[in-house]
Nanobody
Framework: QVHLVESGGGLVQAGGSLRLSCAGSGRAFENYNMGWFRQAPGSDREFVAGISWNVRSTSYGDSAKGRFTISRDNANNMLYLQMNSLKPEDTAVYYC?????????????????WGQGTQVTVSS
């Protein structure tokens, strides 16, 4: 059974930084693309960043480009999101996700398993 647990969220002032972590279990995560989404109250879930199973490619949503960096540690089944220059509009619950099929091309519609989320709140 795939299990994802996020951590690292919290309250930070605008301009600050946070590093989110996601610990995975239940499958060989090194074979699957992984990513981060977020959802603010009253809004749809939004793609933030994705990283390929072989770490050769990354993809970012418009809101994350230039400020966030996704990375992974396949040896330890960990996924990270370094968030810098945070803005109040980054306030949301952030979810870790992994793809349905292994060794796939990056496709945001292929993410199928989700963690419980971690709250990020950015104050102005």
């Amino acid at each position: 059974q795939v299990h994802l647990v996020e951590s690292g969220g919290g309250l930070v002032q605008a301009g600050g930084s946070l590093r989110l972590s996601c610990a995975g279990s239940g499958r060989a995560f090194e074979n699957y693309n992984m990513g981060w989404f977020r959802q603010a109250p009253g809004s749809d879930r939004e793609f933030v960043a994705g990283i390929s199973w072989n770490v050769r490619s990354t993809s970012y949503g418009d809101s994350a480009k230039g400020r966030f960096t996704i990375s992974r540690d396949n040896a330890n089944n960990m996924l990270y999101l370094q968030m810098n220059s945070l803005k109040p509009e980054d306030t949301a619950v952030y979810y870790c996700t992994t793809a349905r099929t292994p060794w796939a091309a990056m496709d945001v519609d292929e993410f199928a398993y989700w963690g419980q989320g971690t709250q990020v709140t950015v104050s102005s």
